[in-house]
């Protein structure tokens, strides 16, 4: 019988007409979205990228470049001709280190690992960083390669970077289909049979709740397929096992970018799980899909927009926690640690702890509340 019932709320999800518009909807703009990579990102410039393959990252590889730069309203660009093309991969690499406002003079007194070093102190300084977090870091930073090598990575690269989008997409699909799992009985005049029925206030709950994490789980395997598929296709997984910073040059850690990519899949189904919680809890307690609706959306709105302040620590750190933060990459050149069970965490180690707690809480926060519930309210 429980099984009936759980296959029986799997068919209401999968079937669900709005929920097929918006699952069918997200992969193709999730497939459009890898094939303007591919147009930004011609065959010819792919071939001259692979020339620099093996080459050090040094002086002589940034004066090769220098002569090919130009300002475009104030902004440092490449000439895409006479073969400077090539470098563009390097200038990737450059941009974040030294800012749009080039100096040609101070790069090439300082270097470039100097301004490096001198960038991630700023930041470090500008975070309020403690002596144990600093030490954590410059125990890192030892163990990262130097000078970097540069080696073919357009594949992991693109991929790490259109990660950035996922989080919202997975957000408005839990939103979209569970945000009356609960609140449609309501709705439907379905509860006075539910809740006076033998699996009505609980098994019957743990059941949608399942379902519901079944669902979202299964549209967000299904998204990152959906990027996974199509660029490995166009440019390849080579460069997978290079290292991090020759897409995000400021990052500390010693990881290759492949490995980075494990984390922000790990992270995305996490945080699958906190929305399609947050959300079957939202319907639970206020019994109306819309409402629960508005107010996500609400959240998402501040989630784009909202900033905090450097000198609101605790506050900023809790904020950069949320899954869009991690996914935007921002989590892999934020120096805050988290301090959990007398150890330090980055925060991209810390939130997937975080939101499984939090899936629980709401979970059973949710039963008692579902519990409570009085046939015809």
């Known amino acids: ?9 799997l068919k209401k999800l999968f079937l669900s007409r709005v929920n097929l518009i918006a699952m069918v909807g997200s992969v193709l703009v999730l497939l459009a979205l890898a094939v303007s990579s591919f147009s930004e990102d011609l065959p010819s410039d792919r ?18 470049l220098e002569s090919g730069l130009m300002s475009v309203n104030g902004v440092i660009t ?43 102190e700023q930041r470090m300084e500008k975070q309020a960083l403690t002596e144990e977090e600093r030490a954590y870091w410059e125990a890192k930073e030892a163990e ?33 289909g569970l945000s009356g799992v609960y609140a449609g009985e309501t709705a439907d005049n379905m509860n006075q049979f539910l809740l006076c029925s033998r699996y009505g206030k609980k098994k019957l709950y743990l059941i949608k709740f399942a379902a519901g994490l079944t669902w979202i789980l299964a549209a967000a395997v299904l998204e990152i397929l959906a990027l996974v598929v199509p660029i490995g296709l166009i440019f390849g997984m080579e460069g997978a096992d290079e290292m991090l910073q020759l897409v995000k040059p400021l990052s500390m850690l010693p990881y290759s970018i492949g490995r980075m990519l494990a984390v922000c899949a790990a992270v995305f189904l996490m945080a699958a799980l906190l929305f399609a919680s947050v959300t079957m809890l939202l319907s639970v307690v206020t019994q109306n899909a819309l409402g629960v609706t508005c107010g996500m959306l609400g959240y998402l709105i501040v989630d784009l927009f909202a900033s905090v302040p ?23 050149v934020n120096y805050r640690l988290i301090h959990l069970g007398g150890g330090l965490f980055p925060s991209y180690q810390a939130a997937p702890v975080i939101y499984v707690v939090i899936a629980v809480a709401a979970l059973l926060i949710g039963r008692v509340r579902y519990g409570r519930l009085q046939v015809g309210k």
């Open 47 to 64: 071939a001259a990228a692979r020339a620099l393959d093996g080459r050090i990252v040094d002086g002589r590889l940034f004066e090769e």
């Open 78 to 120: 490449l000439q895409l001709s006479e073969g400077y093309e090539q470098y563009a991969p390097i200038l990737a690499m450059m941009t974040p280190v030294t800012g749009d406002e080039f100096d040609p003079v101070r790069f090439r007194e300082m270097g470039f690992y100097e301004l490096r070093r001198q960038k991630i």
């Open 310 to 332: 450097d000198r609101f620590t605790l506050l900023q750190t809790i904020w950069n926690l949320r899954p869009n933060a991690i996914l935007m990459n921002t989590g892999f």
């Open 1 to 9: 019988m429980l099984r009936t019932l759980y296959k029986f709320e």
């Open 144 to 176: 990262v390669s130097k000078p970097f090598v540069y080696h073919y990575h357009s594949g992991p690269a693109n991929l790490l970077k259109s990660f950035q989008a996922l989080g919202f997409f997975i957000f408005l699909l839990a939103v979209v």
